[in-house]
């Protein structure tokens, strides 16, 4: 899509505020989501920053505060029963019927969506569970709980499925078949995918955008590739020289803030112009540039940075 083109939103909140009864402090201040058509955004943070109150917000699980939310560029207030009509979602753990099977779960959740009956075991195949189709969801592993409930999320074929952390319970094979099951998704089916998740690594090989949220505040929205700028117009840069205490003598006049750690001299907030500028600096004072590596090539990296300096 052309950089001048405003892509169509497939959720957006503006000004999203929500506080809890007894607590001073708001979970969430002036949030604005913009989440695009077609795209799996990944929606990052620690523990506690907000993501599972946001997503209950956007679902109508919460009664909102303050703010508005819209879903396929309806607002959720007005039309909130056909909206959610094609959404899917997963909240923290799976409420599942564990005295029922699989099948009997998904054959709820198939009369209620009035989808079809083959429906089952199109969701039933790509996650694994078709040949333990018939065993009591209590008697599933948390893992296969967690792909019986993406399972119903998937039944009436949602246009924006909404993930808080999936790949819990999995081990690392799940955690694969789960990435390649929504790429797939969203590549073949056009379905906008929410995830949230606190597994960095994992939301750098499936999300196309990312949100970065810290104590209740947005703290970057974009595409990876604009994280990574972000990161390096501003990140920590490592250098390593043939002769690192002069090296430093000659960087420090242009950035004050370098010092020695681990043998190297690392260079806080600086551009990537101004790595070049290091470079020439350096070769034309005679020393030698073994490594000159900034930091931003790491999504986990900018991410602690990030909410480190929040």
Known sequence: MPADV??????????????????????????????????IYGFLGPNGAGKTTTLR??????????????????DLDSHRIEVLKHVGSLIETPSLYEHLTAVENLQIMQ??????????????????????????????????????????????RPSLLILDEPTNGLDPSGIIEIRELLKKLNREDGVTILISSHLLGEIEKIATHVGVIHRGRLMFQGTLAELRETALAT???????????????????????AHFADGRICVPSVSPENLARIN?????????????????????NIF???????
């Open 6 to 39: 405003t892509p169509t939103l497939c959720l957006s909140t503006q000004d999203l505020t929500h506080r809890y009864a007894g607590h001073e402090a708001p979970v969430l201040t002036d949030v604005n989501l913009k989440v695009a058509e077609g795209s």
């Open 111 to 156: 009369r209620i969506h009035r989808a079809p009956a083959t429906r089952i075991d199109e969701v039933l195949s790509p996650l694994g569970l078709f040949s333990a189709r018939h065993k009591k969801a209590g008697q599933y592993s948390l893992g296969m709980k967690q792909r019986l409930s993406i399972a119903i999320a998937l039944l009436h």
């Open 235 to 257: 990140g920590t840069a490592t250098v390593c020289t043939s002769d690192n205490l002069q090296a430093l003598k000659v960087i420090h006049p242009h950035h004050p803030d």
């Open 57 to 74: 917000l956007v679902l109508g699980l919460l009664q909102k505060q303050q703010g508005t939310i819209s879903i396929l560029q309806r």
């Open 304 to 310: 602690m940075e990030m909410v480190s300096h929040s």
């Open 280 to 300: 020439r600096l350096l070769v034309q004072q005679g020393i030698d540039v073994y490594g000159l590596t900034p930091s931003g090539d790491d999504l986990e």
